[in-house]
């Protein structure tokens, strides 16, 4: 079956350290997305990239990078600039038309202690 | 700029009563509208879209929408609520007027479903 994994599900993490949230397609999609998810504020756009190794800042990118070596990839590292950094992370993907739903993997609950 | 407004964070209905959640949007060119349906600590899964044609759109667990150009509007509706809709709802618009595939989203409406 087609989809979007995101894995871990749940991660913990010390203050100061870096963390990477991985998420995999194989929906043969071109454009994927990275949001962050605070309750009552919705979804924000972290970064976003619409073909291989090339991507840009979306509206909340500071403290996070990103990296896309393969199609079906998207990694996101959260650094230790990240000054809060426990949220709800998901992932998106989407043809790169414009006028397709984008697609959902079941996100990752970060915890910094 | 694009940009959507989900009127009312909670709204509760009786099971059997009529859903309404609003959803407004502000775009300088022919929008691309989206509802989302999430689950708790779950990802969003689409229940229906507007892109061309018909306004009267229908979706997934019957659930459907209208959108009303001059109220620049999208609302979602459902004749009877189940309990199995309590979740949170979420209208979103394809920023197709920046020449990006970024999508804009409205903060959400969480729907309470009363025995």
């Known amino acids: 079956d087609g989809g979007i994994t995101q894995s871990p599900k749940y991660l913990f993490r010390k203050e100061g350290q870096n963390v990477t949230l991985s998420c995999e397609q194989n929906?043969?999609?071109?454009?994927m997305y990275w949001y962050r998810q605070d309750p009552g504020q919705g979804l924000r756009l972290i970064y976003y990239s619409q073909i291989v190794n090339d991507f840009q800042k979306g509206d909340i990118a500071e403290g996070y990078s990103v990296s896309r070596e393969k199609k079906e990839s998207f990694p996101l590292t959260v650094t230790s600039a990240q000054k809060n950094p426990t949220a709800f992370y998901l992932c998106?993907?989407?043809?790169?038309?414009?006028?397709?739903?984008?697609?959902f993997g079941p996100g990752t609950r970060l915890t910094v202690l | 700029a694009q940009s959507v407004t989900q009127l009312g964070s909670h709204v509760s209905v009786s099971e059997g009563a009529l859903v309404l959640l609003r959803c407004n949007y502000s775009?300088?060119?022919?929008?691309?509208l989206f509802w989302y349906v999430q689950y708790p600590n779950q990802g969003l899964q689409l229940l229906l879209k507007y892109t061309t044609g018909a306004t009267l759109v229908k979706g997934i667990n019957g659930f459907e929408a209208e959108f009303k150009k001059s109220e620049t509007s999208f609302h979602l509706t459902k004749p009877s609520a189940h309990m199995s809709d309590a979740a949170e709802y979420f209208c979103?618009?394809?920023?197709?007027?920046?020449?990006?595939?970024?999508?804009?989203f409205g903060t959400g409406t969480r729907l309470k479903v009363l025995a």
């Open positions: 998106a993907s989407t043809n790169k038309l414009g006028w397709n739903e984008q697609f």
């Open positions: 775009s300088s060119v022919p929008p691309y």
């Open positions: 979103a618009v394809s920023d197709r007027g920046s020449g990006t595939y970024k999508y804009i």
């Open positions: 929906l043969n999609h071109d454009a």
